[in-house]
């Protein structure tokens, strides 16, 4: 069974930082790529960053490229989005998704199998 737990959501200012963990557990054949999106009230889920197994291939939104960092540290088996110079256009409930690495676009939700609840950012201008 694969949980998927995120945490580190909070209401900041603009210009400020938050780092997102996503904690998951189950096997880890079925928990290769993260991938964090996003969705604000009344919008879609959007892609937003996402990494590979190993941590070496990481993928960003151009939104967020230069502002956002993701990480992931196995022996946790946790996965960090560290989210810098936050703006109020970044404020959405965050989620990730999880999958085995195969075929697809990482980058569209539907390819994720397992999600957690999600965290909330607030940035206020």
């Known amino acids: 069974q694969v949980q998927v737990v995120e945490s580190g959501g909070g209401s900041v200012q603009a210009g400020d930082s938050l780092r997102l963990s996503c904690a998951v557990s189950?096997?880890?054949?079925?928990?290769?790529?993260v991938g964090w999106f996003r969705q604000a009230p009344g919008k879609g889920r959007e892609f937003v960053s996402l990494?590979?197994?190993?941590?070496?291939?990481?993928k960003y939104a151009d939104s967020v490229k230069g502002r956002f960092t993701i990480s992931r540290d196995n022996a946790k088996r946790t996965v960090y989005l560290q989210m810098d110079a936050l703006k109020p256009e970044d404020t959405a409930l965050y989620s990730c998704?999880?999958?085995?690495?195969?075929?697809?676009?990482?980058?569209?939700?539907?390819?994720?199998?397992?999600w957690g609840q999600g965290t909330q950012v607030t940035v206020s201008s």
């Open positions: 998704g999880v999958r085995p690495r195969g075929s697809g676009d990482y980058t569209l939700s539907r390819q994720y199998n397992y």
């Open positions: 990494i590979t197994s190993s941590g070496a291939d990481t």
């Open positions: 189950g096997h880890p054949s079925l928990t290769q790529i």
